[in-house]
């Protein structure tokens, strides 16, 4: 049982590229979420998906897209990476109807 | 809208030192309380929360009470350790928010042995 897994670890980008954040989680949960944490800001939520084949949009989804693959899998993309978005990111996933979140390890992307 | 503020840090203390880490929130309703904890290089895990007014949270020694007169949700514990090293952020749930999290801006606390 590994909860909620998250690659890559570490990333490089520079302006412009793109790339997709990859998690799973294996607790058949419901409810998938995508975070953003910066210094002194705690952790923004980017998207979330409440249910399979369902998502919307968090605090701060521009210049990202995310993709509810299967109830497993919940993918975050960035089109054409810019410096604002060098960030730690994490995935978290819960049940529907409790409200504690589990969270990955996170990434640490850096934007060039 | 809704928003979560917690003393910034670092908060630097001795074993056995007593912590406190005031959080404030704004809120429309009663909304649900939450204190998370992220051990260094980790992600966050939940530490404790409370749902109504007048909960008290508590968990690995720690406490918190939702004050409900105050919008308070400070948390304590009596004697911290070495591995209570972390950072720790208080976040609410708005009513009818789903399970989306608002989170604070986090406080480091660093114990020295």
New interface residues.
């Given amino acids: 049982n590994a909860g909620?897994t998250q690659t890559p670890k570490f990333q490089v980008l520079k302006t412009g590229q793109s790339m997709t954040l990859q998690c799973a989680q294996d607790m058949n949960h419901n409810?998938m979420?995508w975070y953003r944490q910066d210094p002194?800001?705690?952790?923004?939520?980017i998207y979330?998906s409440?249910s399979e084949g369902t998502t919307d949009k968090?605090e701060v989804p521009n210049g990202y897209n995310v993709s509810r693959l299967n109830k497993r899998e919940f993918s975050l993309r960035l089109e054409s990476a810019a410096p604002s978005q060098t960030s730690v990111y994490?995935c978290?996933s819960?049940r529907?109807e409790i409200?504690?979140?589990y969270?990955?390890?996170?990434t640490r992307l850096t934007v060039t | 809208g809704d928003s979560v503020t917690q003393m910034e840090g670092p908060v630097t203390l001795s074993e056995e030192a007593f912590l406190t880490i005031n959080c404030t929130y704004t809120a429309t309703g009663y909304p649900s309380l939450f204190w998370y904890v992220q051990y260094p290089g980790e992600g966050l895990q939940l530490l404790l929360k409370a749902t109504k007014a007048d909960d008290k949270g508590s968990n690995k020694g720690f406490e918190a009470t939702y004050r409900k007169e105050t919008t308070s949700f400070h948390l304590e514990k009596g004697s911290v350790q070495v591995s209570d090293s972390a950072v720790y952020f208080c976040a609410l749930i708005p009513p009818g928010a789903g399970n989306k999290l608002t989170f604070g801006g986090g406080t480091r606390v660093l114990v020295k042995p």
């Fill in positions: 909620v409810s979420y002194g800001m705690g952790l923004r939520l979330y409440a968090g994490f978290a819960s529907e409200y504690e979140q969270f990955g390890p996170g």
